[in-house]
Each structure stands twice: as structure tokens, then as C-alpha cells.
């Protein structure tokens, strides 16, 4: 499975940004997906997931309110609505697969990985 993730950008605090993930697999709906961010000195934190069929989500209290993950089975897509975006949101945002039918807070639950994509809100 390559996951590619893509929409970051600098942005000012308060304004909304869109990420995607776009997935290879040929089952894709057989995979939970999760995102996670890495802020420079810091390790890597769950921020969101979502069920295989997209009925149960789960996010971060850091971000619960602020963020939305969403899916289309059709397009092989995850996405993370990222709204009123904060200085302490800027980080290096990766998405995940799992096999699993939930996501999960730990990265050791996750099987692939796609390439990160920097979100960048200045303070």
C-alpha cells in the first residue's frame, strides 16, 4: 500500500486548510486510516482516525472540535479538514493505514505509511 498525502501550506492562524491521502491499496475499505503530525523536537501524535466504513472517527482532545477526518472508499482518499488552525499546529502531517477495522492512537498499530506533508502556522 503507498499513501501519498498532500494540501499543507503556510497559512495564518484562525484559516482552514484541507489534507489529503490518497491510498493504493485495491481493498482500500479494508483499511482503518489515521493521521499523525511530528512538530521539530517532538515525537510523532495521533491527531485523528477513521473506521474502515468511515462510521467511527476519533481525534486528539488537541484538535477535537477544529479538525474533522473523512473518507471516500470510491477515491481511495482520506482527508483531515483542519479548521481555526493554531501556531502549535505547524508540523510535519503524515497519514496511515491500518488493518485493523479502528484506527488507533499508537503508531506501532499502523502498517504503512505515506510521506509527510508540512502545515505551517505562524504565530
Known amino acids: 500500500v503507498q499513501l501519498q498525502a498532500s494540501g499543507g501550506g503556510l497559512v495564518q492562524a484562525g484559516d482552514s486548510l484541507r489534507l489529503s491521502c490518497a491510498a493504493s491499496a485495491r481493498q482500500f475499505n479494508t483499511y482503518a486510516m489515521g493521521w499523525f503530525r511530528q512538530a521539530p523536537g517532538k515525537e510523532r501524535e495521533f491527531v485523528g482516525g477513521i473506521s474502515w466504513s468511515g462510521d467511527n472517527t476519533y481525534y486528539a482532545d488537541s484538535v477535537k472540535g477544529r479538525f474533522t477526518i473523512s473518507r471516500d472508499n470510491a477515491k481511495n482518499t482520506t482527508y483531515l479538514q483542519m479548521n481555526s488552525l493554531r501556531p502549535e499546529d505547524t508540523a510535519i502531517y503524515y497519514c496511515?493505514?491500518?488493518?485493523?477495522?479502528?484506527?488507533?492512537?499508537?503508531?506501532?498499530?499502523?502498517?504503512?505509511w505515506g510521506r509527510g506533508t508540512q502545515v505551517t502556522s505562524p504565530a
Open positions: 496511515a493505514a491500518s488493518r485493523w477495522y479502528s484506527p488507533g492512537h499508537s503508531t506501532s498499530r499502523y502498517d504503512y
